[in-house]
């Protein structure tokens, strides 16, 4: 089936670093990549989201970036805090499905 | 807008024995998706019914079963249940209109003894 691959599966850095995750895609047909943050104990939600007609989009301290050639997309969070601490989720949605299909989850660790 | 609620939040229940989840998403969602996650596993996908029909369905046994109501409200439910089906169950919400964000709720943690 469809899949996405995510990595790392731990990012460690220290406040004010740049962080950045990567996730690759099977399907050249998806259109829509959402990123999710899952603080500890808490509900997965949406950061920030790219469709495929652009190659970039900014939100503050995160962009994220999107290679459809490659079928790759990046999460990238700049001056990262220690609030920044979280898994956090890419997802693609094969075919244009309406079912996002998930990466396995990166924990990111700020180090004050 | 009230966000998507689960009950319950926590649950313990003994090898063999049945679970019902529920799940009551975003007014005006008519789609509702269920996962499940534990740890190194990320989210799997479950099901997801749109106006009371599964729409979807993951790769998960016939012991996992769920419905919708007509009021978009769903339920899931395990019958004998193993040790394995400990996890967070999470239910998320979506208008169902194409690729969109999906708002997730709380999560019922599941412990099977």
């Known amino acids: 089936g469809e899949n996405v691959e995510q990595h790392p599966s731990t990012l460690s850095v220290q406040e004010g670093d740049s962080a950045v995750i990567k996730c690759t895609y099977s399907?050249?047909?998806?259109?829509?990549f959402p990123w999710y943050k899952q603080e500890l104990g808490k509900r997965p939600q949406l950061i920030i989201d790219i469709r495929s007609n652009v190659g970039e989009k900014k939100d503050q301290r995160i962009a994220v970036t999107l290679n459809k050639t490659a079928k790759h997309f990046s999460l990238h969070i700049t001056e990262t805090q220690p609030e920044d601490s979280a898994v956090y989720f890419c997802a693609f949605h094969p075919g244009g499905s309406y079912i996002p299909t998930f990466g396995r989850g990166t924990s990111l660790i700020v180090h004050p | 807008k009230a966000g998507v609620t689960q009950t319950p939040r926590y649950l313990i229940k003994t090898r063999g024995q049945q679970v019902t989840l529920s799940c009551s998403p975003i007014s005006g969602h008519r789609s509702v998706s269920w996962y499940q996650q534990t740890p190194g596993q990320g989210l799997q996908f479950l099901f997801e019914?749109?106006?009371?029909?599964?729409?979807n369905k993951g790769n998960f046994p016939g012991r996992f079963s769920g419905r919708q109501f007509s009021n978009s409200r769903s339920e899931m439910n395990v019958s004998t249940l193993e040790l394995g089906d400990s996890a967070l169950y999470l239910c998320?919400?979506?208008?169902?209109?194409?690729?969109?964000?999906?708002?997730f709720g709380p999560g019922t943690r599941l412990t099977v003894t």
């Open positions: 399907d050249s047909a998806s259109n829509y």
């Open positions: 019914y749109f106006s009371e029909t599964q729409r």
């Open positions: 998320a919400s979506s208008t169902g209109q194409g690729p969109h964000e999906q708002y």
